[in-house]
């Protein structure tokens, strides 16, 4: 896999992660007797640079033996030869394999992949994301394999790439790293007059230069005046840091090896004040229940750790934010993300050791009880491998707030 920076290309895996990617789907196959996998919607995970490093494909095709074929997106140009033309998609240089055994073919016609997906003479076949199959490759299918069977892999293929590599876990620390440098960089960007847009963009730049690319989340918030703690970021929008000011900071990205970690700390110019000490404590304490909680023991659930989460939180008079889409106990991976988050399809498998999650558990309660529009919340996020024995801080930041000034 390749990385485009601004002069040249360089690796950021080595063939033989690669090639461990591809065995991984071909032990799949085997272990339920399918004849190729085919993914239909390569975006989706970001399954195309997970498995190809190239991001601009439509479909992959993962036979049990023989090539792996990458399809490109019909937006990369009308034509449908076998030779891709690269320069067609964004002057996009010619991408050379990432390993033994890849090939890439222009965009094609649903037919045209059934086509060869027929010419491989399959009995069954694997799918990835079936949910995103287009009405003209289920026509396809129909008309030249009638007779396949097909079966959803979505969930062993995500839970395979969750595990990770020592390489991939290498790759995890010096995005670890990068973004650690950014944070005790912070004290230097954060000065009174300064707005957080301009140190958001600060932030930004410095993830780039530091090999960051695809998604380069970084969140800095203005919070206020450390007394009030309300939750409405709006309310103070682009205000400039002033003395007396409680803030919030989200590093959040990819660099080396495109593998992403993310952590949040609170900051704040001068001595906090005695309520918002109390609300980050508490806080705190329910992150480190709801991490406590990660276990490859062959029975915890991200749906288990959510129930007790919950319970613990309300026991502190709290509530937990929780809504279709709010993945606060989630994993992520190239470029977007990965499975392994609460409200998705993995929510109810067992966690395996060396997954990666993400944990911010987001805490509120409202000023009073027939105020029901104002409220106060507070979350801190970090990043965990899951062991065994529990869960392992991979960012090793202290969670207390920042003292700056």
Known sequence: MTMVDRYERVDVFSSA??????????????????????????????????????????YMIVPAEGEVLGVLWDEAGPGAGEEPDFDRYLFQRPIRPVCGGLRFTDCQTDERVVSYLASLRPEKLGLVSPKRMTAGFAAALQKQLPKIVCEDISVPVAVFRAVKSEEE?????????????????????VREG????????????????????????AMFVNNGPTDDMLSEHTLYGDRPVTPG????????????????????RHLVWGE??????????????????????????????????????????????????????????????????????????????????????????????????????????VFILNTYRVTKEGPKDLIRVPFEPVILG
């Open 17 to 58: 992660e690669y090639q461990r990617r591809i065995r991984g789907i071909r032990d799949i196959l085997r272990e339920r007797g399918l004849d190729a996998a085919v993914f239909l919607e390569c975006s989706e995970e970001t399954y195309a640079q997970w498995l190809m490093g190239v991001r601009f494909l439509e």
């Open 169 to 189: 876990f290498a790759a995890i620390e010096t995005t670890r790293n990068a973004q650690v440098k950014i944070f005790e960089a912070l004290p230097m960007l």
């Open 194 to 217: 300064r707005r957080p847009s301009e140190i958001t963009s600060d932030i930004h730049y410095m993830l780039a230069s530091m090999g960051g690319s695809g998604v380069m989340s």
């Open 245 to 264: 000011d409680r803030m919030f900071v989200l590093l959040e990205g990819n660099a080396a090896g495109q593998q992403h970690v993310a952590f949040g």
């Open 272 to 377: 906090p004040s005695a309520q918002m000490l109390r609300f980050v404590e508490d806080e705190i304490r329910a992150h480190k229940y709801a991490a406590s909680l990660m276990r490859a023991d062959g029975e915890t659930t991200l749906a288990k750790i959510a129930v007790k989460t919950r319970k613990f939180i309300n026991s502190m008079g709290y509530m937990l934010q929780e809504q279709v889409g709010w993945n606060w106990m989630h994993s992520l991976g190239a470029f977007f993300y990965e499975q392994f988050s609460i409200e998705d399809y993995t929510e109810n498998e067992p966690l395996r050791e060396n997954i990666i999650l993400h944990c911010h558990p987001v805490m509120y309660s409202y000023y009073t009880e027939n105020e029901r529009t104002l409220r106060r919340e």
